[in-house]
């Protein structure tokens, strides 16, 4: 998902959904782009079992935040 700011579209609104793009793009958009950032929404029991994205060949780390707690309580500071 990509949020794009009202200067990359020409809307009037400060933040919008822009659509999705796919891991390839997302990669090269950390590798080419400084301050763009990976953030990681799943849950710690999907992080646990599932693992963490590695970017050590970027020397960049994932921000981790929960959207929800597991199994299905919504994080309140999310």
Do not use: H, K
Request: net charge negative.
């Amino acid at each position: 998902m990509v949020e794009r700011r009202s200067s990359d579209t020409g809307s009037s609104s400060s933040m919008g959904y822009a659509g999705d793009i796919s891991p390839r793009e997302t990669w090269e958009r950390l590798a080419r782009e400084g301050t763009a950032q990976l953030i990681d929404v799943r849950t710690v029991a999907e992080w646990n079992f599932v693992g963490l994205p590695d970017l050590v060949s970027l020397q960049r780390q994932a921000l981790l935040c929960e959207w929800q707690r597991f199994p299905s309580a919504p994080n309140g500071a999310f």
